[in-house]
């Protein structure tokens, strides 16, 4: 069965200072793996995939097989990245996601 | 080109009652998918709508129940509400059956007393 484990409930960083969301997952095949964050009054909307190996917002996330993980990294936080950040995995493009439970990243000024 | 939406926004029920929520899709997107998000839970996905037929559910009984409609609108239906459905419901539009390139709306917030 396939599973997202998403260890911390809620995160707390100073501004500046650099941000790891972990992610872990079970799936025995070849993963599909997304961070959706959602903004306070906002709706869930798509962060990265690893598929597109891109930074957005200066977040970056590398695909770990070894270790079935996909940690969300950022070297420097600001408030404007405090939100709800969900992982989730897909085992390609027509399976539905399974999404973990989400970790709350607070930024401090 | 206009965004996902969903109606109503709050909505309050009581046991066994029937619910039916609604989702518009985002312009040019053919394929609906419903999820349901506990409290401090992510999303679970419920099923998907695409070309007016179901296409894939869910671990959800089969009084959760869904249409699509010719403008790729689409509804769910709960009967025989329970405490535990309550919950944000929410709708994602996409093309052609994709998971990938999904839009979320803002969600339906129903609570079963």
């Known amino acids: 069965a396939q599973r997202v484990t998403q260890p911390e409930k809620l995160l707390s960083v100073f501004k500046g200072a650099p941000v790891e969301l972990k992610c872990n997952y079970s799936?025995?095949?070849?993963?599909?793996l997304f961070w959706y964050v959602q903004y306070s009054r906002q709706r869930l909307q798509l962060l990265l995939r690893h598929i597109s190996r891109e930074s957005i917002k200066g977040f970056t996330a590398d695909l770990n097989k070894g270790e079935t993980s996909f940690h969300l990294k950022k070297p420097f936080a600001q408030e404007e990245d405090s939100a709800m950040y969900y992982c989730?995995?897909?085992?390609?493009?027509?399976?539905?996601?399974?999404f973990g439970k989400g970790t709350r990243l607070s930024v401090i000024a | 080109e206009t965004g996902v939406t969903q109606s109503p926004t709050h909505l309050i029920k009581t046991r066994g009652q029937q619910v039916t929520l609604r989702c518009s899709s985002q312009?040019?997107?053919?394929?609906v998918s419903w999820y349901q998000q506990a409290l401090g839970q992510g999303p679970q996905f419920i099923f998907q709508?695409?070309?007016?037929?179901?296409?894939g559910r869910g671990n959800f009984p089969p009084r959760f129940s869904g249409l699509q409609f010719p403008n790729y609108s689409s509804e769910l239906n709960v009967n025989a509400l329970e405490l535990d459905d309550s919950a944000l419901y929410l709708c994602a539009s996409s093309l052609d059956q994709e998971f990938n390139e999904q839009f979320f709306g803002p969600g339906t917030r129903l609570t079963v007393l």
């Open positions: 989730a995995l897909s085992s390609s493009g027509n399976t539905p996601l399974v």
């Open positions: 799936y025995s095949g070849s993963p599909e």
């Open positions: 709508y695409y070309r007016e037929e179901e296409n």
């Open positions: 312009s040019g997107h053919n394929t």
